[in-house]
T-cell receptor
Framework: SAVISQKPSRDICQRGTSLTIQCQVD?????MFWYRQQPGQSLTLIAT?????????ESGFVIDKFPISRPNLTFSTLTVSNMSPEDSSIYLC?????????FGQGTRLTVV | AQKITQTQPGMFVQEKEAVTLDCTYD???????LFWYKQPSSGEMIFLIY??????QNATEGRYSLNFQKARKSANLVISASQLGDSAMYFC????????????FGTGTRLTIIP
């Protein structure tokens, strides 16, 4: 299993600002995933981050709103840009594994 | 495309009883993986158990077992001897094929264990 450190664990942000979430893995992984969980909802995949290439975004998510960096095989960041109250969610990073994906602790974001 | 359906929004179970959380799935892939996760109020996602589509035996991990019925496309989670700490949201999820490791999640079941 992988150990994933995600920070910040929570934040309260003003609308119109941006927040960058960091995800550090204790081993090298090819793919990292970013999910969003809106209040009372299930998890939805935002994008897949591969080292050395552009992230692949799911339908409904765009790079301008959720830019992702993947500078090496153990680290990734997700930025939530120009935030609005609708962006209030839990954001989780994940690494895939053949028999189980593991998640960071999540970032609970509130936009006011 | 794959789809996960969890039809139980909430369940209440007496402590020490066994509980079954339902999950059905739909996919056209021959090779896929099924997962269960626990999400306590803290928000973290805790991996519980995995079942591969070609596994003939049902997966077990301690008090958790996965009742895999491939023909019915169901992957129910069974928790034996429930404990108060089992109160949480439970999500069923799947990957469409090995190598593509992104997960599709169901809507979840909120389990409450009653003392």
């Amino acid at each position: 299993s992988a150990v994933i450190s995600q920070k910040p664990s929570r934040d309260i942000c003003q609308r119109g600002t941006s927040l960058t979430i960091q995800c550090q893995v204790d081993s090298q992984v090819t793919m990292m995933f970013w999910y969003r969980q809106q209040p009372g909802q299930s998890l939805t995949l935002i994008a897949t981050a591969n080292q050395g290439s552009e992230a692949t975004y799911e339908s409904g998510f765009v790079i301008d709103k959720f830019p992702i960096s993947r500078p090496n095989l153990t680290f990734s960041t997700l930025t939530v840009s120009n935030m609005s109250p609708e962006d209030s969610s839990i954001y989780l990073c994940s690494v895939g594994a053949f028999m189980g994906a593991f998640f960071g602790q999540g970032t609970r974001l509130t936009v006011v | 495309a794959q789809k996960i359906t969890q039809t139980q929004p909430g369940m209440f179970v007496q402590e020490k009883e066994a509980v079954t959380l339902d999950c059905t799935y739909d996919t056209s892939d021959q090779s896929y993986g099924l997962f269960w996760y626990k999400q306590p109020s803290s928000g973290e996602m805790i991996f519980l158990i995995y079942q591969g589509s070609y596994d003939e035996q049902n997966a077990t991990e301690g008090r958790y077992s996965l009742n895999f019925q491939k023909a019915r496309k169901s992957a129910n989670l069974v928790i034996s001897a429930s404990q108060l700490g089992d109160s949480a949201m439970y999500f069923c999820a799947m990957t469409s094929n090995f190598g593509n490791e992104k997960l599709t999640f169901g809507t979840g079941t909120r389990l409450t264990i009653i003392p």
